[in-house]
């Protein structure tokens, strides 16, 4: 008896921890959208607001895309992609001419640990890091004190356009899959309800914003 009330006690205590940490870190599993939308605006709020003014972008838009990415979370992680990396280490070896807008001559002389960080995903938007390239900013800039300044600047160079004329289902799938949404209507994001878990963290932001 005692042994199986101990059990009970550590199954209870294992899943109580679970649920706390999904929910602090409103990842994807369970539900977790309450903190995270509080999250985000607890410590990414007044920095949106200035760069979506800065850079005419929907501030609901760069909220539902910082919950859906990181959740809110401060630091944001880190996410290593191993088929970028993969293919980052082809283009700087001349075994591949290019990665989207990547060229052997963006990558020459960076060491296997340089690529790795190019191949992290960085950040409150989660934003690759070889998107600084593109950019023409250091790696900390979208992992630090400026990732939303850089987040939404990247995004406005990318989709910006889509997301003022209101297409936010293209602008998601674009962050996500460098796509517009599909015409038939199957998105290819890594989570099938990537697109529809942001049009509605979308709607909750807006109607906080009219209150």
Known sequence: MLVLAAGAVLVGAWWMWSEIDRRIEGTWQGPGDWWGKRATQLNYGADVQEWARAFDLPEAYLL?????????????GKRFEAHVYNRLVAVRD????????????????????????LATSWGPFQLMGYKCIQLDVQLRDIRGKDAIRA????????????????????????????????????????HPDYVQRGMAYVRKFAEDARQ
């Open 64 to 76: 539902a895309l910082i919950q859906l990415e990181s959740g809110g979370r401060k630091p944001a």
């Open 151 to 190: 987040g939404a600047q990247w995004i406005d160079l990318t989709y910006g356009d889509a997301l003022r004329a209101g297409r936010f289902e293209d602008a998601f799938h674009l962050h996500n899959t460098g796509k517009p949404y599909p015409a038939d209507g199957q998105p290819t994001t890594f």
């Open 94 to 117: 001349g075994k591949r001419e290019r990665y989207e807008q990547i060229t052997a001559a963006d990558l020459a002389g960076a060491s296997d640990e340089a690529l790795r960080n």
